[in-house]
């Protein structure tokens, strides 16, 4: 059972153009909600969380934004740049209650902005 | 990276053999993790720790074992390496009290 479902699994945009990222969750116990970046050959990095208490955060050109009742957050890119190409996961946690904190993650969407 | 290293960073080896793979930590950060990355489907956890020799079960653990005997080190053995286990494995550490989990840089592991 996929508890986090992302889309799309790629993404091409042009350069000053939004990337748009999807996810859903089916368990109303998560409480946080982060994205992690990765580039080719390295660990993912963590770029931005957000907390179900909020609808929305955001961070330089990074946008988080929550819709709790549909159990949906998803990740925006404004003004994409080259750099920004990498793949993007979202993932999910449970953070109290014994859980341990531990992330399930979607299946990843590789952003590619071309110049 | 929260000083996290990996070892080794690539490994080759035969279906039948173990494989020991070790995460080292420099920050004293009370959990860790091992996650296994797979083309199409994302970072999948192995096992965890919350505490020295306290360790626990993840999504896809059968096959795998962990040991942690001192704070900074993680250890994940596969006992009989099979070919379903070449992979990308990560391993992550995080600080009680905060929620980010920091990841190491991987080791590719093929199984022939």
């Known amino acids: 059972q996929q508890q986090v479902k992302q889309s799309p699994q790629s993404l091409i945009v042009q350069k000053g153009g939004i990337s748009i990222i999807n996810c859903a969750y089916e368990?109303?116990?998560?409480?946080?909600f982060p994205w992690y970046q990765q580039f080719p050959g390295k660990g993912p990095a963590l770029l931005i969380a957000i907390r179900p208490d909020v609808s929305e955060k955001k961070e330089g050109r990074f946008t988080i934004s929550f819709n709790k009742s549909a159990k949906q957050f998803s990740l925006h890119i404004m003004d994409s740049q080259p750099g920004d190409s990498a793949t993007y996961f979202c993932?999910?946690?449970?953070?109290?209650?014994?859980?341990?904190?531990?992330?399930?993650f979607g299946k990843g969407t590789l952003l590619t902005v071309n110049p | 990276d929260a000083g996290i290293t990996q070892s080794p960073r690539h490994k080759v080896t035969e279906t039948g053999t173990p494989v020991t793979l070790r995460c080292h930590q420099t920050?004293?950060?009370?959990?860790m993790y091992w996650y296994r990355q797979d083309p199409g489907h994302g970072l999948r956890l192995i096992h965890y720790s919350y505490g020295v020799k306290d360790t626990d079960k993840g999504e896809v653990s059968d096959g795998y074992s962990v040991s942690r005997s001192k704070t900074e080190d993680f250890l994940l053995t596969l006992e009989s390496a099979t070919s379903s286990q070449t992979s990308v494995y990560f391993c992550a550490t995080k600080a009680g009290g905060v929620e980010t989990q920091y990841f190491g840089p991987g080791t590719r592991l093929l199984v022939l």
């Open positions: 368990n109303t116990a998560f409480d946080y």
């Open positions: 920050e004293n950060h009370r959990y």
């Open positions: 993932a999910a946690s449970k953070g109290s209650g014994g859980s341990n904190y531990k992330l399930t």
